[in-house]
């Protein structure tokens, strides 16, 4: 069966099914019909027994009934008349009897109401009889009207053979008419398939006609719809990416190529060979930023997991962040505090939080002006843990902020990567933050300050710090004038 075709395994079930019914409608309808022609017989033998009955009633001797049953029911249409005494000897039968017959039938066990029975008197005789026991004026009498059941059988013969003669038949018809409704049910399914093979990696764009929504196979259709879909998005995804990561590839490496051409053309003091290889250093230190980034994210796709078993006290890593930004900070003239930091823990990688809020402090050091400020705290709340960095700055737009963890994307796209980076910064921590199972937000507005809350879960050991908040929790909120990667 599981070699079959779909469509001819429906076909044979729906014929099977068709075929079953046939089966047990035609053993209903024999029975149906045979309990009703048995109820006729029945009925009629009744009505005979009361006219012998009643001639018996009518007489006082056995030689005037005799005389009068061999007038009226010797020869009697399809029915015979047996009458016996209580010696069960004959005292009249119908010419359809013979007296061994009689006999025969008289052997059948009394009984005063109407009994019916069948029975056979020979290989090729089969009757029905209806006895009664009567009290006449000449003595107890037991009186039997019979009649052949050969028309009765012949007749559930015939319907027997036809029932039996339209099993296979329907057999026959169930399958062609299964086949085709099968094939007529099953044609969407080859029009998906004739779609879904021919759509390539260049045809993404394509999707599967959808007739009818509400069965099984629109659900089918849609659901591969939505499936072709998401691989579209994910090849134009992957597309962009391989544009953006060679063309921030480009920029650097045709620095690196420029200088080194350069320096290379003509004769140069030592000074001018020292400026030169100071912007090789620097284009190169950039080329090894943008690689380690590109790693790091290829790493989270590809779903490499580091261990998150680490006791990270968080306060602890602000607290070193800022220390470790305070001369960068003092450069642009911008203030870099740590304030309302608590002693929180939790449970992860510590090198890899430490880049988050390295990056993030980065970023609003970066796009505060002069004289402007960064804040950074750390609270503990319920069961999450949330820290800030808050700036002054001119904010983002919002039309922005949906955008700002996409890989490469810049607010302003005119920034070079001195100033704004390649836009990969905020996308590394956004799964750095989801890896430890928390989520990180933006919130900002143009001229006053843009926040990024990152939230962890409280997944923390019992903890040894001092005046550690009670909620347990650790929670962080960077405010940026400007946010990007």
């Given at each position: ?15 099977i099914a ?47 009934f ?6 009226r ?43 019916f ?21 000449f ?31 329907s ?29 390539t ?127 960068r ?5 911008v ?7 608590q ?32 804040r ?5 709340r ?48 956004q ?39 009670d ?15």
């Amino acid at each position: 069966m599981k070699m079959l075709s779909i469509r001819w395994r429906l076909s044979l079930f729906f014929a099977i099914a068709v075929a079953g019914i046939v089966v047990v409608f035609g053993i209903v309808l024999i029975l149906i019909t045979r309990q009703q022609l048995l109820s006729r017989t029945d009925a009629a033998l009744r009505e005979e027994l009361r006219e012998i009955l009643l001639e018996v009633d009518l007489h006082q001797s056995v030689v005037d009934f005799q005389k009068a049953a061999q007038t009226r029911f010797y020869h009697h249409d399809i029915y015979d008349f047996v009458v016996v005494d209580d010696n069960a000897s004959i005292v009249f039968v119908s010419a359809g009897l013979t007296t061994d017959q009689g006999v025969q039938l008289a052997q059948n066990e009394k009984s005063k109401s109407i009994v019916f029975a069948s029975n056979q008197l020979s290989e090729t005789s089969t009757i029905r009889s209806a006895q009664s026991t009567f009290q006449s004026g000449f003595g107890s009498l037991r009186v039997f009207s019979v009649t052949s059941q050969q028309p009765l059988l012949d007749e559930l013969r015939t319907l027997e053979t036809v029932a039996v003669g339209l099993v296979p038949v329907s057999l026959i018809i169930a399958v062609a008419v299964g086949y085709l409704i099968a094939g007529r049910a099953l044609a969407p399914v080859t029009a998906i398939c004739e779609t879904a093979n021919a759509i390539t990696i260049d045809s993404l764009d394509r999707r599967i006609e959808v007739p009818n929504p509400h069965d099984e196979l629109g659900t089918l259709a849609e659901t591969l719809n939505s499936l072709i879909a998401r691989l579209d998005r994910a090849v134009s995804e992957i597309k962009r990416f391989t544009a953006d990561a060679s063309h921030e590839l480009r920029t650097p490496l045709a620095a690196l190529k420029l200088e080194a051409e350069l320096a290379l053309r003509s004769e140069r003091t030592p000074q001018q060979y020292r400026a030169a290889l100071s912007v090789i250093g620097e284009e190169t230190n950039r080329l090894c930023r943008l690689a380690d980034q590109l790693l790091n994210l290829s790493r989270e796709d590809a779903g490499v997991a580091q261990p998150m078993e680490d006791r990270v006290p968080l306060h602890a890593v602000l607290s070193d962040l800022v220390q470790q930004l305070q001369p960068r900070a003092f450069q642009k003239s911008v203030s870099l505090t740590a304030d309302r930091i608590q002693p929180c823990e939790v449970m992860g990688n510590d090198v890899r939080l430490r880049q988050v809020f390295l990056n993030l402090m980065e970023n609003a050091l970066k796009f505060t002006q002069a004289h402007g400020s960064v804040r950074v705290r750390c609270e503990c709340r319920d069961s999450s843990v949330v820290c800030s960095v808050q700036d002054d700055g001119t904010g983002i737009a919002a039309e922005h902020l949906p955008f700002i963890f996409g890989r490469f994307y810049r607010v302003d796209m005119g920034r070079n990567c001195d100033s704004g980076g390649v836009g990969l910064g905020l996308s590394i921590a956004q799964r750095i933050v989801r890896a430890h199972g928390g989520t990180i937000d933006v919130f900002s507005e143009v001229n006053t300050g843009t926040t990024v809350v990152v939230t962890l879960p409280d997944r923390m050991l019992p903890t040894s710090i001092e005046n550690t908040d009670d909620s347990g929790a650790l929670s962080t909120t960077v405010e940026l004038s400007e946010m990007t990667a």
